[in-house]
């Protein structure tokens, strides 16, 4: 079974970006982010109703990294420390070392690579330092572009679940991609 002690925060740099701990002061840019239009479009969830609403969800971020039982990044541009996304593991499954990863970013800045170098980055740490064995995604079948991203990361389609979750008033299915290990040469 994979041990969890994250430890302190892992913040993690790349060329363009920081990825840190969420904080509290984050509550009305993840508001703005999480109730975008164009971000809900493929989440088949409902909009926060309140910035209250999103204080306790980063509460619950929190504690679930506090707790080692998820982790999850804000991602920021590398000069500004402005939420403009999340990025994270979570469903963290211990004896079969895999875990599920979730993302969303503001469309000011979709199509700009960004997206591409947030997943690399997290998934190095995930497979290096967490250990994974394996991650998952599960995308609702009409997001092309997040398909698109995550086979460009050399994930593969494992199972296309018909109908297997309930949303909107309506049964929806989703699209499981995972990537193994990747191996060391």
Known sequence: ?????????????????????IQPSDA?????????????????REPPKSVEEITELINQIRNSYFENEGISWVITL???DTLIGTVGFWKINKEHHRAEIGYMLH?????????????NTVLQHGFENIR???VEANV?????????????LNFVQEAYFKENYYAKGKFLDSVILSLITPLKE
């Open 132 to 134: 994974f064995h394996s």
């Open 78 to 80: 590398a000069e500004n």
């Open 107 to 119: 469309p000011d800045h979709w199509k700009n690579g960004i997206m591409t170098e947030a997943l």
């Open 1 to 21: 079974m994979l041990t969890i002690n994250f430890g302190e925060f892992p913040v993690l740099h790349s060329n363009r970006l920081k990825l840190r701990l």
């Open 140 to 152: 609702n079948p009409s997001n092309n572009p997040s398909i698109n991203l995550l086979k460009k």
């Open 28 to 44: 009305q840019k993840l508001f703005e982010l999480r109730s975008h239009e164009q971000v809900l479009k493929y989440l088949d």
